[in-house]
């Protein structure tokens, strides 16, 4: 298959991983879990009071986003308290699910869609457009956490500073290569 990385490759990259996914780990996720769901309740009988259409994929898309953000990348885009549950994400993910099998065979055009005009992408591939927005999210967030850490990850990883998500933890690993900081 062509997109199949190398085990020892593949078991390196997830080796440092490991400890965010273990069930003692997963287990202290279930407050972040419960206030999110209570959030989505209330925003529900809101909108069963007001009479107001809900649209369920948008309402469960913002919780899944609210909490994957949350324990990814150490923020949250609090999409349960937007008035129409920011149906972009629902959208980003909807055109992720649709263009991933492309983007597997064929790496090279994220990153070439990347560096063109969005009008330009969404007029060759508009589902390609959501994984687009989506790298943006990510090199922002990472940008972000560069400039709050006074220092660049591939750069320098030498820092002792304790990273709490699994995105900057991936990002911070010294004994890895650049190119192999990523999820």
Known sequence: MFSTV????????????????????????????????????????????????????????????????????????????????SPVWFDIMTGMTQVTPLLKQFGFLLPLMRNMPESLVAAINPPLLSMVKLEKVRFTSFNEEESRNGRAFCRDATSTQQVTSVYFLQMSLASAPCSNRYI
């Open 6 to 85: 190398p085990h020892d490759l593949h078991r390196m990259r997830r080796a440092p991983l490991s400890p965010f996914f273990s069930k003692r780990s997963v287990s202290r996720l279930e407050p972040i879990i419960r206030s999110a769901v209570e959030q989505l309740c209330k925003r529900i009988e809101e909108f069963q009071q007001t009479g107001e259409p809900l649209i369920l994929n948008h309402a469960f898309s913002a919780l899944t986003i609210d909490i994957i953000m949350d324990y990814s990348y150490a923020r949250s885009y609090n999409c349960l308290a937007a008035p129409d549950f």
